[in-house]
T-cell receptor, first 112, second 108 residues
Framework: NAGVTQTPKFQVLKTGQSMTLQCAQD?????MSWYRQDPGMGLRLIHYSVGAGITDQGEVPNGYNVSRSTTEDFPLRLLSAAPSQTSVYFCASSYWGTDTQYFGPGTRLTVL | KNEVEQSPQNLTAQEGEFITINCSYS?????LHWLQQHPGGGIVSLFM???GKKKHGRLIATINIQEKHSSLHITASHPRDSAVYICAVYGTGNQFYFGTGTSLTVIP
């Protein structure tokens, strides 16, 4: 199993650009989630999904969109990048929230 | 407001010492997770608890649901234990809430 994969590892954007962070898992997990990690703030939930076709907002959803068309993939879209979205982004998956969480390696995003 | 509070924020220990990291939470939960993040950035899950106590090697995690408190203990600490330890709770509404982490440094 590859586990949870994320691409790209690093990205630099200019303000106003859009992009998609990719996340995929091969463990047939129902629960997938996106987090951002900022110094002194800890991990914060952006969006999550409890299965294909079902997504919901987390603590900090503004400026981000998600979709879940398959069990395996959960892409995160930045619609119009802003410097405040400079962060490290992690994707995670599990069978459910009460099961072991598996994290991707992270994407370091800088918005200029 | 912080749904999850961890203490201490930073901890330095001598090799071999017994270490305790605390986590308090204010929301109703289905489960509590302890995570480890090494300086390289990768995050791994150490424990998932819904009650009682779990032990993996030198690591022990406990939870008191009534007091809304959990502790992570490391016995006979080693420099390779140096990492950030993060408490996360899976609360109502299928959402996770995280503490800001405890940065542990174990000195040889």
């Amino acid at each position: 199993n590859a586990g949870v994969t994320q691409t790209p590892k690093f990205q630099v954007l200019k303000t106003g650009q859009s992009m998609t962070l990719q996340c995929a898992q091969d463990m047939n997990h129902e629960y997938m989630s996106w987090y951002r990690q900022d110094p002194g703030m800890g991990l914060r939930l952006i969006h999550y999904s409890v299965g294909a076709g079902i997504t919901d907002q987390g603590e900090v959803p503004n400026g981000y969109n998600v979709s879940r068309s398959t069990t395996e993939d959960f892409p995160l879209r930045l619609l119009s990048a802003a410097p405040s979205q400079t962060s490290v982004y992690f994707c995670a998956s599990s069978y459910w929230g009460t099961d072991t969480q598996y994290f991707g390696p992270g994407t370091r995003l800088t918005v200029l | 407001k912080n749904e999850v509070e961890q203490s201490p924020q930073n901890l330095t220990a001598q090799e071999g010492e017994f270490i305790t990291i605390n986590c308090s939470y204010s929301v109703g939960i289905s489960a509590l997770h302890w995570l480890q993040q090494h300086p390289g950035g990768g995050i791994v899950s150490l424990f998932m608890l819904s009650s009682g106590k779990k032990k993996h090697g030198r690591l022990i995690a406990t939870i008191n649901i009534q007091e809304k408190h959990s502790s992570l203990h490391i016995t006979a600490s080693h420099p390779r234990d140096s990492a950030v330890y993060i408490c996360a709770v899976y609360g109502t509404g299928n959402q996770f809430y995280f503490g800001t982490g405890t940065s542990l440094t174990v000195i040889p």
